[in-house]
């Protein structure tokens, strides 16, 4: 189905593309209040769909943002919207604004919050960088401190992460690296990111200004089946440069190999073996879901 065929979601209607709209006064415009998923449809089945609607209803109860829809019926509107469109592989992005208000900023004036489903394709990163790696950098842009705004709660307000990602575009690449405030590794603008530094997965702990991937956590649990050793911790950027091996994960990205930050070459510079074996496990583990 071509994109000027596509039907959005939008509070329990199913409206053609062109005439899908949204209020100038909705906040999640204004002021980006709101928040949203970025959620993968394998063979017809919504990935990892419970994990995904919970971390959207955590965020709300997080900014006292009452979600206008219980979550079962929610996740029926997302098969609903992506069998009218006739998919089976696909990108689903779910959003919730605050609402309809006025100019201020008081959120008492949003009566009704709003929720969209937009399900298309999507393809991250072409499919030769997976054999070949990322060239990736560090960006002068850190990552939103926790006390701010908690990075576990997935807003609409991505303002510094385009700021970091025009940074990586500058340079040539298409992924950086956010520190936080105290310079310790966070996470990449659309990723989370892991080392592999003698046989030992590492990743930053969730405390240390993250999103708490669902693609990260599954990851996680799939090198803990199979015996690998994972620490969540804190990384510094000599821990990134004198790494073994290096890897993205995100619900567009999967998992994808990192041979290259800040012009320093990661271990061989190719995709290395485990990194190689955690993507092999991630697709076993897809075609089974």
Not at 127 to 138: A, C, M, Q, S
Not at 226 to 247: H, S
Request: aromatic share 8%; with cysteine; proline share 4%.
């Amino acid at each position: 189905m071509s994109n000027s065929e596509l039907k959005i979601w939008i509070d329990g209607e199913l409206i053609n593309k062109s005439d899908a709209k949204v209020s100038v006064f909705d906040h999640g415009l204004l002021y980006g209040d709101g928040l949203f998923e970025g959620i993968r449809v394998y063979n017809g089945k919504v990935f990892l769909c419970e994990e995904h609607i919970n971390r959207l209803y955590e965020g709300a109860h997080y900014i006292n943002l009452e979600i206008p829809i219980d979550k079962e019926a929610l996740v029926e509107a997302l098969y609903k919207t992506i069998k009218a469109n006739e998919l089976t592989d696909a990108y689903v992005r779910l959003l919730v604004t605050r609402g309809v208000g006025d100019l201020g900023l008081d959120p008492r004036k949003c009566p009704k919050p709003s929720v969209i489903i937009i399900a298309a394709s999507i393809t991250l990163y072409p499919e030769e960088l997976y054999n070949k790696g990322l060239e990736i950098i560090t960006s002068a842009v850190p990552a939103i401190h926790g006390e701010a705004l908690n990075p576990r709660v997935k807003s609409l307000n991505y303002m510094n992460n385009i700021m970091a990602k025009m940074e990586a575009i500058r340079a040539g690449k298409l992924e950086a690296i956010m520190l936080n405030s105290q310079g310790h590794v966070a996470e990449c603008t659309g990723d989370n990111i892991f080392i592999i530094k003698n046989g030992v997965i590492k990743t930053p702990t969730v405390y240390s200004d993250i999103l708490e991937g669902c693609t990260r956590n599954l990851v996680i649990n799939l090198a803990k089946k199979a015996e690998i050793p994972v620490e969540e911790t804190t990384l510094q950027r000599y821990d990134l440069y004198t790494a073994d091996e290096c890897f993205l994960t995100g619900s567009g990205a999967e998992v994808i190999a990192v041979i290259d930050i800040d012009g320093r070459k990661i271990g061989s510079g190719k995709p290395g073996p485990m990194t190689q074996d955690m993507l092999k496990r991630f697709r076993e583990f897809i075609a089974n879901y």
